[in-house]
């Protein structure tokens, strides 16, 4: 039986509210920042503090894993890539490695389904080898969703009671948009053929085929619409069913998280219905190529940082976002404010000239 993620409380309201009184009080015109100001106060909020504090431990958890509809033309690379992929990972020769490197914060990759032997130090949460092909069959057994979900659970307490304030959820996995797009289009109530995006760039025929196979997934999906865990174990798979229990219990543990693309913002659209209020915990770190992921983020009601037509995955464009969220706690948290700095505000010009005399009478 699975427990519930809940209760998902709001970051601290009365923080938030004194944050954005400091932010007057900065040496700066009111509102000057944009929306690094409101950036400033949500952390704040987050932290339950203000000023907020710099994070010390950002940390990205990149899920693996591999979909049995990879096997049928939906992607332009083999599954064995993902395999091979999480290798790069743990030698820190892919993109996520140099962009955590800049942005400060440190990767975690974790075979949560990979079609391949991995080892004790990525596999301890691993649910299954391949997650099954959607068209036709479920993605998961009854017993392995539990054991998903109850894993993302788990590697959010790992890394929280491991010191992490800020998390970072990436994605791994050859064929992975498709059964992302199902539950963002399930969800959103979209048609196949306006969610469907190029992926790892497909060609037209590609991109057929990954049509037609979206259209018969929804067709299994959609009687499970408002049921978050057998969407999860019909259309999903065993990686996005542990981002989603990673996604739900950070937020019920007070921990910010920056999402990431399609794959890990279709788990977190799936993760607000476990737990309601998640998303008041995370911030989107930019918008992807795929039509799908601007359709999450609407659901989502979540404004992204960034837009560069990036299209990875892994956590790369939340880590390209994460020094922008590391400037709004820096100017909100070490600027000075008009009193400590000696700096004459508006109030002080309009005090100073009405006590100015009249010399007209």
């Known amino acids: 039986m699975i427990d519930g993620f809940g209760p998902v409380t709001p970051p601290d309201p009365d923080i938030r509210a004194a944050a954005a009184q400091r932010q007057q009080q900065l040496t700066k015109p009111v509102g000057a920042l944009g929306r690094l100001e409101e950036l400033g106060n949500w952390v704040a909020a987050c932290q339950g503090v203000c000023p907020p504090e710099q994070f010390r431990r950002a940390r990205v958890v990149v899920f693996a894993g591999d979909h049995g509809i990879a096997r049928h033309g939906v992607s332009a690379y083999p599954s064995e890539v993902t395999a091979q992929m999480v290798a790069n990972f743990r030698a820190g020769g892919a993109a996520v490695n140099a962009l955590a490197a800049v942005a400060g914060a440190t990767v975690r990759v974790v075979d949560i389904a990979v079609d391949a032997e991995t080892d004790d130090v990525v596999g301890a949460h691993k649910v299954r080898r391949s997650s099954g092909s959607i068209d036709r069959e479920d993605a998961l057994t009854p017993e392995e969703i539990e054991a998903a979900l109850a894993?993302?659970?788990?590697?959010?307490?790992?890394?929280?009671?491991?010191?992490?304030?800020?998390?970072?959820?990436?994605?791994?996995?050859?064929?992975?948009?498709?059964?992302?797009?199902?539950?963002?289009?399930?969800?959103?109530?979209?048609?196949?053929?306006?969610?469907?995006?190029?992926?790892?760039?497909?060609?037209?025929?590609?991109?057929?085929?990954?049509?037609?196979?979206?259209?018969?997934?929804?067709?299994?999906?959609?009687?499970?619409?408002?049921?978050?865990?057998?969407?999860?174990?019909?259309?999903?798979?065993?990686?996005?069913?542990?981002?989603?229990?990673?996604?739900?219990?950070?937020?019920?543990?007070?921990?910010?998280?920056?999402?990431?693309?399609?794959?890990?913002?279709?788990?977190?659209?799936?993760?607000?219905?476990?737990?309601?209020?998640?998303?008041?915990?995370?911030?989107?770190?930019?918008?992807?190529?795929?039509?799908?992921?601007?359709?999450a983020l609407g659901r989502l009601r979540l404004e992204?940082?960034?837009?560069?037509?990036?299209?990875?995955?892994?956590?790369?464009?939340?880590?390209?976002?994460?020094?922008?969220?590391?400037?709004?706690?820096?100017?909100?948290?070490?600027?000075?404010?008009?009193?400590?700095?000696?700096?004459?505000?508006?109030?002080?010009?309009?005090?100073?000239?009405?006590?100015?005399?009249?010399?007209?009478?």
């Open 151 to 295: 894993a993302g659970r788990a590697i959010a307490d790992e890394e929280i009671d491991a010191g992490a304030d800020l998390l970072v959820a990436g994605d791994m996995g050859i064929g992975n948009t498709t059964p992302a797009t199902v539950l963002i289009a399930t969800l959103t109530d979209t048609e196949p053929i306006r969610a469907v995006g190029r992926g790892t760039g497909i060609d037209d025929a590609g991109w057929s085929r990954k049509v037609a196979a979206i259209r018969d997934a929804m067709r299994r999906a959609r009687p499970l619409a408002k049921d978050p865990v057998e969407l999860l174990r019909v259309a999903g798979g065993a990686d996005i069913a542990a981002m989603a229990g990673f996604l739900a219990h950070a937020a019920s543990r007070r921990t910010p998280v920056i999402l990431d693309g399609v794959v890990v913002t279709a788990a977190a659209l799936v993760a607000e219905d476990l737990a309601a209020g998640a998303r008041d915990w995370w911030l989107a770190g930019h918008r992807s190529t795929e039509p799908a992921h601007a359709l």
């Open 304 to 361: 992204p940082l960034i837009d560069l037509g990036m299209r990875l995955g892994e956590g790369s464009g939340a880590l390209t976002a994460l020094p922008i969220l590391r400037a709004a706690v820096a100017t909100l948290a070490e600027m000075s404010t008009f009193a400590e700095a000696g700096v004459s505000t508006s109030d002080d010009s309009a005090e100073a000239e009405a006590a100015r005399p009249d010399l007209t009478k």
